[in-house]
């Protein structure tokens, strides 16, 4: 995957935990998928524009929780609409901050509105589009991010 | 002594007109999450949230419903059914002095250019900052 | 006395050949490749039913020349007793005449190999000349011709002895070639190969210090220049004119094991020298380490990192920037860096080369995932180009195997 697309994302996913959580990811090492698994709860905002794909964003059940708290100000389960719009408007938040970045490296993407799925391990598989995947460890939990891009030639 | 003093330096919430009535601050946005930070951020300046809407086109509808006691608009880009600049365009044709900012998680200079063109007086990009929110929504109603 | 020479152009520099041997000069074609020769062998010509092998003089002399220029001609050598050469050179110049006592020696002590093979210099309209003196080159002081041995038909079996293996064994462990991932076979074969690329035995392969430091040897991701495995970029420049020449829309390049990208970035120069091309060019340079692809993003590079490129061109190629050179951002442009891992799935498409020296040995844990990728990658015709290393010991069986420059090349029918 081309890492002018890969950088947006990971800054983006940085910046955002740092200004919303005030702590410091950690960056795992990573690699390409053709599967990835929602362990508890994943926001998955689309692609569109020069390119095509996704963004999932894993959270486990720990560091979503957490995430829910700080940013409500108050607890909500992750099966509450409230805890899920959280997670939802972080994944927009990233995708966002990860676009305006890449408009400024002359790409052009637009998001769509993010979904938010709470599962016992979900499997899904992008079919036909590379799916590049990042953990992150933080003090509350651990966090993968997984961009699937194809290019629009 | 004191009191009065106390009276006079209390600082008049930003969301009352002079006449001390209440701003109407019609929402349009598809996250719970933004509504709830949204409406906490602007009722603590006395703001008066007169509707909020989960869609573009319900939005539209309420605006042109609640016509002109709306004084702002406050519109998310990204939503699902009406893309959120079509929206705009249709509440500014209705309403040529309609008052709209655009909030968005995308910071892109090509949107808020397009945006400012079509009619939106200001644009905010998320993460909500409590005094950025308050100082643009000031500046728009002034 | 009065003597002349016939001026032939190498590189920026002109030097000039007793016309007493020389029968003719033709363009350079139809050439025929010989497996396994030593690389300052071009192959071998039909001469009007004569078979001629065609020397490049710029290798032979090995020095530091860039050779990627075009259209070359072919001066034959007439020794007398039979024995004739084609030498390749960049350009023919004319005849010109001089005194003996016109010659000045050479001023400056040089190290490299042709000082060794000239006479002297002269000058005519302000340029300087530098005399080769050709006969040493070709003969040896007892008169015999020195390079009959390579045009004959070389046999595959090399044995050596115990103790010589030995030495080689040492010597390989002293710089931490990767050794164990060989049979004795496998060295026996890597260390003849080499030989016979220098144009040398065994014997003094072994002897030599120099060469083991050399990138035959080197297994490092890091380049510090452009071109810094010139045979490697004269390989991919043949196929690429092979590809410039069939007109086709798109040619995109696969290039792996180097992440900071000067790999890639050569090769990208190697299409400007063509100075039209109409085809689109796609490079994606790729690796495994995000990290150090990222440091490889607008690298900005110190003059000694371009030795290997004429100063008169780097102004064609390269734009200055606050810490030394960039690439002139039209050639940047074709480049892609691009993360990658050997894996089940995902790999690019419509690729035309493959150049990965190395990549395969660094991630021999997932050879199968990784021939995979590459065979998917390829189209057909496509060429895969691994290191010299990976070339002794047979990863791969479904790909055919070509000589190209002398080169094993892996290609996808």
Redesign the interface.
Known sequence: MRIDFIDPFLDATEEIIREILNIEPKRGEMELKEQESIPDIGVFVGLTGQASGRMLINFDRELASKIIEVMNGEQHTLDSEMGQATIGELGNMITGRAITKLYERGFHFNLTPPSVIVGNNVKISTLGIETLSVPYELEYGKLEINISIKENV | MKIIEEHINKKQPEGLKPDGTPYNILIIDDSMFIVKQLSQILASESYNIIDTATDGEEGVRKYKELYPKVDLVTLDITMPKKDGLQVLKEIIDFDKEAKVIIISAIGKQDFVKEALLLGAKNYIVKPLNREKVLERIKKVLM | MTRQILTILLDNDIFGIDVRVIQEVIKAFDVRRIPDAPNFIEGIINLRGEIIPLIKIKRLLETDFFDLYKNKKVIILNFGEGNKIGLVVDKVLRIISYEDTEIKPLETISVSKIAEYIIGTIERDKQKISIIDIMPIFYSSNGSFLYKRFFTKNNTDVFISKNLFYKIKEKLEKINFPFNNLTKEGVIKYISKIANIKGKSIEEIIKDDNIFSTSHFSFNEERTCFFENKPDMYLIDEIIESLVYEKKKSINLWVLGNPTGEDARSIAIIFYVYKSINSKIRIINSYND?DK??SG?NKEYKESYLKNIPSSLIEEFFENSTNGFVLKKEIEKTI??????P????SPSNIDIIYAPNFILKNFDKISLLMNNFYKALNKNGKLITGLFENIENFENRFKKYYIKNRLVFIKE
């Open positions: 995000y692809l990222k993003l892609c860096f691009d993360f990658f891992c894996n089940p799935k995902f």
